[in-house]
T-cell receptor
Framework: AQTVTQSQPEMSVQEAETVTLSCTYD???????LFWYKQPPSRQMILVIR??????QNATENRFSVNFQKAAKSFSLKISDSQLGDAAMYFC????????????FGQGTRLTINP | DVKVTQSSRYLVKRTGEKVFLECVQD?????MFWYRQDPGLGLRLIYF???????EKGDIPEGYSVSREKKERFSLILESASTNQTSMYLC?????????????FGPGTRLTVT
């Protein structure tokens, strides 16, 4: 079974600075998808960024980018120019490209932005 | 604008009660999911459904059942609520297929069992 590990329960960063959230996963599959989801306080979970394992190029969405290291099974999220609205729980998730379409989530990292 | 709604934001029930959590999506998605979220554990899948009247167990189905009579609605049932089922419950939906389609989440129901 696949597992996802987020080893940083909490992180904090100064507004306008850059922060990196870590995620590692374990799988024997070669084709899969990785996601970062954001859950703001008392608000719905939303997708931040998605990475296809077959793509070597790291995904980027505005101020959010990933560092996908397939051999190391590592998938970190970098947030540049942090804003107060980035404060949230961030979850890393894995989805197989075959079979079940469920997501396997990590434990989450709570990100605080200091003004 | 895509929308997943859940019947209650907060719910307090007593041990032994039968509890129904409702989820409705307006995106015509085939896939629907129920997760529970606990601090330090992330989200864990309880049940999911690929189509009307179809259901499959997730990682922690014990003590739960589900119902999907209509495409847009997916219900989670706690047959006899227990205190260890106190948690945040999240519903999600997505398009079907093997591509990495996004799951859309509801606002969650925080259930307390006393």
């Amino acid at each position: 079974a696949q597992t996802v590990t987020q080893s940083q329960p909490e992180m904090s960063v100064q507004e306008a600075e850059t922060v990196t959230l870590s995620c590692t996963y374990d799988t024997s599959e070669s084709d899969y998808y990785l996601f970062w989801y954001k859950q703001p306080p008392s608000r719905q979970m939303i997708l931040v960024i998605r990475q296809e394992a077959y793509k070597q190029q790291n995904a980027t969405e505005n101020r959010f980018s990933v560092n996908f290291q397939k051999a190391a099974k590592s998938f970190s999220l970098k947030i540049s120019d942090s804003q107060l609205g980035d404060a949230a729980m961030y979850f890393c998730a894995y989805r197989s490209a075959a079979g079940a379409q469920k997501l396997v989530f990590g434990q989450g990292t709570r990100l605080t932005i200091n003004p | 604008d895509v929308k997943v709604t859940q019947s209650s934001r907060y719910l307090v029930k007593r041990t032994g009660e039968k509890v129904f959590l409702e989820c409705v999506q307006d995106m015509d998605h085939e896939n629907m999911f129920w997760y529970r979220q606990d601090p330090g554990l992330g989200l864990r899948l309880i049940y999911f459904s690929y189509d009307v009247k179809m259901k499959e167990k997730g990682d922690i189905p014990e003590g739960y059942s589900v119902s999907r009579e209509k495409k847009e609605r997916f219900s989670l049932i706690l047959e006899s609520a227990s205190t260890n089922q106190t948690s945040m419950y999240l519903c999600a939906s997505s398009r079907p297929g093997l591509a990495g389609f996004e799951q859309y989440f509801g606002p969650g129901t925080r259930l307390t069992v006393t």
